[in-house]
């Protein structure tokens, strides 16, 4: 069992940013990839970004390269999601989650096959 707390969420204006935490417990934290979701009222959860077991590689929706940053300090269990120039669209619950993988450079990116998921921290963007 892995459990995911995210924090970091808010309210900031476009152009601003925000960097999301999510702190995990229980089993060994680099025995999981990590993901980034997130969900806009009325719409479906989508993937933002995700990174492999030892951080060596990252992936991220194009909706956000180049603005979002993920990283990891496995020594802390705990993932980051850097959101840079933020805007209105990005506004969202945001979720972590957690896939047991095997290979440690692999980033998963379909939400099916994460195993733990976080609460949500809910991310709002002004115009």
């Known amino acids: 069992q892995v459990q995911l707390v995210e924090s970091g969420g808010g309210l900031v204006q476009a152009g601003g940013s925000l960097r999301l935490s999510c702190a995990a417990s229980?089993?060994?934290?680099?025995?999981?990839?990590m993901g980034w979701f997130r969900q806009a009222p009325g719409k479906e959860r989508e993937f933002v970004g995700g990174?492999?077991?030892?951080?060596?590689?990252?992936y991220y929706a194009d909706s956000v390269k180049g603005r979002f940053t993920i990283s990891r300090d496995n020594a802390k269990n705990t993932v980051y999601l850097q959101m840079n120039t933020l805007k209105p669209e990005d506004t969202a619950v945001y979720f972590c989650?957690?896939?047991?993988?095997?290979?440690?450079?692999?980033?998963?990116?379909?939400?099916?096959?994460?195993?733990?998921w976080g609460q949500g921290t809910q991310v709002t963007v002004s115009s």
């Open positions: 990174i492999s077991r030892n951080g060596g590689t990252t």
């Open positions: 989650a957690a896939e047991a993988e095997s290979l440690p450079s692999r980033v998963v990116v379909r939400l099916r096959e994460y195993d733990y």
């Open positions: 229980g089993r060994t934290f680099s025995l999981y990839a």
